[in-house]
């Protein structure tokens, strides 16, 4: 059971926007920056969204987050199938003491 | 380019341990961390610790502490992590991971599949 709660699934068609939702509490997401990944499986996690809304360089800007009160989201705007991939959402705990991650929400593309 | 390179496949009797290395090369910057985060198969990502190179300085989950190492040689910019009485439920790839605050992992290391089996 992980600390950040995120859909199992998600799904879009080419061209479509897609939102994926990561809940947490006030001593996580609601206390603290929401970093995002995206896996695609068999590889490392690749970091996708710093701080809530920021893009590392070399991430396009169809990637974006966003972050209110104990809930922040990740959306992918003009869906391309290549997007297919799991994606993470990460936050630091403070009752925990340690760096929580979502579930992980898999992405296909119809 | 900054690549974090970890050792291969290891196979481990319950109740061994591991070591897993991560050797850094590429970088250009200080003030950075090495974390640790596993993944069990077809499951998510679960942090593990992480570790000031420079100082040596550790912060472990406590769900691990007292069972994990984390260990740097700074003269082959080389970081360890060991972990000590596998079970089963410790089968996973394992990963370094660099990044200069919790949470944010910038750079990735290939990962380390440890299996443990009798």
């Known amino acids: 059971q992980s600390v950040l709660t995120q859909p199992p699934s998600a799904s879009g068609t080419p061209g479509q926007r897609v939102t994926i939702s990561c809940s947490g509490s006030?001593?996580?997401?609601?206390?603290?920056?929401v970093n995002w990944y995206r896996q695609v499986p068999g590889t490392a996690p690749k970091l996708l969204i710093i701080?809530?809304?920021q893009r590392p360089s070399g991430v396009p800007d169809r990637f974006s987050g966003s972050q209110s009160g104990t809930s922040a989201s990740l959306g992918i705007s003009g869906l391309q199938s290549d997007d297919e991939a799991d994606y993470y959402c990460?936050?630091?705990?403070?009752?925990?003491?340690?760096?929580?991650f979502g579930g992980g929400t898999k992405l296909t593309v119809l | 380019q900054v690549q974090l390179v970890q050792t291969g496949a290891e196979v481990k009797k319950p109740g061994a341990s591991v070591k897993v290395s991560c050797k850094e090369s590429?970088?250009?910057?200080?003030?950075?961390?090495i974390h640790w985060v596993r993944q069990a198969p077809g499951q998510g990502l679960e942090w593990l610790g992480r570790?000031?190179?420079?100082?040596?300085?550790?912060h472990f989950a406590q769900k691990f502490q007292g069972r994990v190492t984390m260990t740097r040689d700074t003269s082959i910019s080389t970081a360890y992590m060991e972990l000590n009485r596998l079970r089963s439920d410790d089968t996973a790839v394992y990963y370094c991971?660099?990044?200069?605050?919790?949470?944010?992992?910038?750079?990735w290391g290939q990962g380390t599949l440890v299996t443990v089996s009798s």
């Open positions: 991971a660099l990044g200069f605050s919790y949470g944010q992992f910038d750079y």
């Open positions: 006030s001593s996580n997401v609601g206390l603290s920056i």
């Open positions: 701080a809530n809304n």
């Open positions: 570790i000031n190179p420079n100082s040596g300085s550790t």
């Open positions: 990460a936050a630091w705990d403070d009752t925990l003491n340690a760096v929580v």
């Open positions: 590429g970088l250009t910057f200080t003030g950075y961390y």
